[in-house]
């Protein structure tokens, strides 16, 4: 919503000054079309030269989370501390063996299908189940298991970034590519330096045009989005650090009530949910599960 907000406020200030002060929105329309498509053309090319195609798949959710905002809630962040609950109560009253059903197929699982949004998510599901199977394979070093996880985050947090990276870079271009318009502007009106003074000057006022629009996508568009994207990709990395916080201290022996306290204390302060709050999600548990 405030994205959406900010787009309207940018636009109507931005011409609206322009327009107060005088201006002319004639040469604007009237050069807009050449010079977006030049460096519009041009700023989509380089992404494609630049970058992987995993990146470029990646473009189009990745401007979708820009105005969705971040994936986890407070109550998956609530939700995810009661699964690893679960599992690490599982784990430590009935055995490993109990917890493999769980682990091997989890989509099948009674504990998983509990929380599907979670069950959904691929990466949380696979860090999840491959760290409680390297437990079943009696690795029991928590330091070891820290260690193995921070690099699985670390990884997945470095590939998520791909595509704020690319429009960071993209960004960076985008005043230089303006630059190559107006050039060519102005080579186009140094063709018809025999025109008129009120000719020359609406053609001169067309090639600056393509100036501006560069600067203004770079810092006023594109640098923004993707400084929000980086910003929403590091809030929802978060949610995977509990997971780690959570199965770390259950290693280190802790009771599951206790683990989950650890992983709560961990949990962002805008979704982190009190202790009463845990505890009720706990309660409601079914002592099936």
Request: charged share 15%; net charge negative.
């Amino acid at each position: 919503m405030f994205q959406i907000i900010g787009i309207v406020l940018l636009f109507a200030l931005v011409f609206g000054s322009y327009l107060i002060s005088g201006g002319k929105m004639d040469v604007i329309l009237h050069a807009a079309p050449h010079e977006l498509m030049a460096i519009g053309g041009a700023g989509v090319a380089a992404y494609l030269i630049a970058n992987s195609m995993t990146v470029i798949k990646g473009t189009g959710p990745a401007l979708g989370k820009i105005f969705a905002g971040p994936k986890w809630k407070p109550s998956d962040y609530r939700d995810l501390l009661a699964l690893l609950f679960l599992l690490t109560k599982t784990m430590k009253s009935k055995g490993v063996i109990a917890l493999e059903s769980h682990i091997e197929k989890p989509h099948e699982s009674s504990i998983f299908s509990r929380y599907p949004k979670i069950a959904k998510d691929h990466f949380a599901v696979d860090f999840i189940c491959d760290t409680l199977r390297m437990m079943t394979m009696n690795l029991e070093d928590p330091h070891q298991v820290e260690d193995a996880m921070e690099k699985q985050l670390e990884k997945h947090h470095h590939e998520a970034h791909g595509p704020a990276h690319a429009l960071t870079n993209l960004s960076d271009g985008l005043p230089a590519l303006g630059i190559v318009a107006a050039v060519l502007g102005v080579i186009k009106t140094m063709g018809s330096i025999t025109e008129p003074p009120a000719v020359l000057g609406g053609m001169i006022g067309g090639a600056l045009v393509g100036t501006f629009m560069g600067v203004f996508m770079a810092y006023g568009l594109v640098g923004p989005m993707a400084t929000r994207l980086a910003g929403i990709i590091d809030e929802d990395a978060a949610f995977y650090k509990i997971i780690q916080a959570v199965l770390v201290a259950h290693l280190h022996g802790n009771a599951a009530q206790i683990s989950v306290e650890i992983g709560r204390g961990n949990v962002p302060s805008t979704a982190q949910p009190s202790f009463v709050e845990l505890e009720e999600a706990l309660s409601q548990i079914p002592n099936e599960a």
